[in-house]
């Protein structure tokens, strides 16, 4: 009798704890799984440095014109929250004269300097430790030349700022990125690419830049002006000089309807070189392996944005959550800005 009730409360127990197991281990899959339902925490180091908290302190030499200064003496993350670091201070840029002064300001200090938008470009790409941050959000002003197809914007201003003003006069960007939140500054740094395979990287849609030097001098940059320095800046990571503004070429809007094709990677060579690379019908493309376990990394999911004969004004952009979509017709308008597919 003492047995039986021995097992039974051993059975009893490990019962409990596998149900406390199992609420423990929903409530994480749940938390995991759900969207956020706050703000990231950015306050904190990985790996922990014991310097983490104390502050720069930094004799300096005034500069001969005042800085806006947004935060001396603090700390800097970027988009991830993983690089929180140390910085001299982090200067508020409205114009080319804030940058001037800043880098006045750095080289008689003997700091190095980092150029920072959005901060997406992560690791520490955006910021140095005990450096000087200049912040470019507020460089950001955006005038459009109908006529040539073309629009002069600051580096702060964002691709979706460019994309509210353009899309009502029919146009749209050749190439960007997969989402639209990045600065244009941070995004001729690292030369990003998007998914419009004929133009390539947005480097192929600049036209000209403006780019400060660390001397204070602005240097005109374009293919033909200053070509190795556009070379550099593009995809330079702010290595060669502070880009101020820039030219970038602009398409007309265009309406695709979306086709996906599933095939083996080994075939996507083949399939690439004779039903997209000469095929001008399709505007935009991209692919994405899988990672299910029993396809992995070796199903790829094609999908291809095919000009449509599109009659009548093309609707402009909305966001993706409330753009409608006519599920009887395989036509839609590719929105670029909302679903941060790029191109045009």
Excluded at 89 to 101: C, N, S, Y
Excluded at 293 to 301: G, I, K, V
Aim: net charge positive; with cysteine; proline share 4%.
């Amino acid at each position: 009798m003492t047995w039986r009730l021995w097992n039974k409360r051993r059975a009893l127990a490990a019962s409990f704890l596998l149900a406390c197991v199992a609420i423990f281990s929903g409530r994480k899959i749940s938390d995991y799984s759900s969207p956020p339902n706050r703000e990231k925490t950015c306050d904190f180091v990985f790996p922990s440095d014991s310097r983490a908290d104390n502050p720069t302190t930094i004799v300096v030499k005034p500069a001969g014109q005042p800085i806006l200064f947004k935060d001396q003496g603090g700390f800097i993350n970027d988009a991830s929250c993983l690089n929180k670091t140390r910085v001299y201070g982090i200067v508020e840029i409205k114009t080319a004269d804030d940058v001037r002064t800043a880098l006045e300001f750095a080289r008689a200090n003997h700091l190095k300097v980092s150029v920072a938008g959005q901060r997406h470009s992560m690791g520490g790409q955006t910021f140095t430790n005990d450096g000087l941050v200049l912040d470019m959000r507020n460089l950001s002003a955006i005038s459009l030349d109908r006529d040539r197809k073309v629009v002069h914007v600051q580096s702060g201003a964002t691709w979706a700022q460019i994309q509210q003003l353009i899309d009502k006069e029919g146009l749209s960007i050749q190439a960007m990125q997969s989402i639209n939140v990045f600065t244009i500054g941070g995004s001729l740094s690292v030369n990003a690419h998007g998914i419009a395979h004929r133009p390539g990287p947005v480097a192929s849609t600049v036209r000209s830049m403006h780019i400060m030097l660390a001397n204070g001098e602005i240097k005109n940059a374009s293919p033909t002006e200053n070509p190795e320095l556009f070379r550099l800046a593009l995809g330079g990571y702010g290595l060669f000089g502070v880009i101020l503004d820039a030219e970038i070429q602009l398409v007309d809007n265009e309406v695709y309807s979306l086709e996906t094709k599933t095939l083996d990677y080994r075939d996507f060579p083949a399939y690439y070189r004779t039903r997209v690379a000469d095929d001008d019908s399709v505007g935009l493309m991209y692919g994405r392996i899988s990672i299910s376990p029993t396809s992995y990394l070796r199903e790829t999911a094609i999908h291809i944005y095919r000009k449509t004969n599109f009659i009548g004004p093309v609707p402009s952009i909305q966001p993706l959550m409330t753009a409608s979509i006519d599920s009887s017709s395989t036509s839609r308008r590719l929105e670029d800005s909302a679903a941060g597919l790029g191109g045009r």
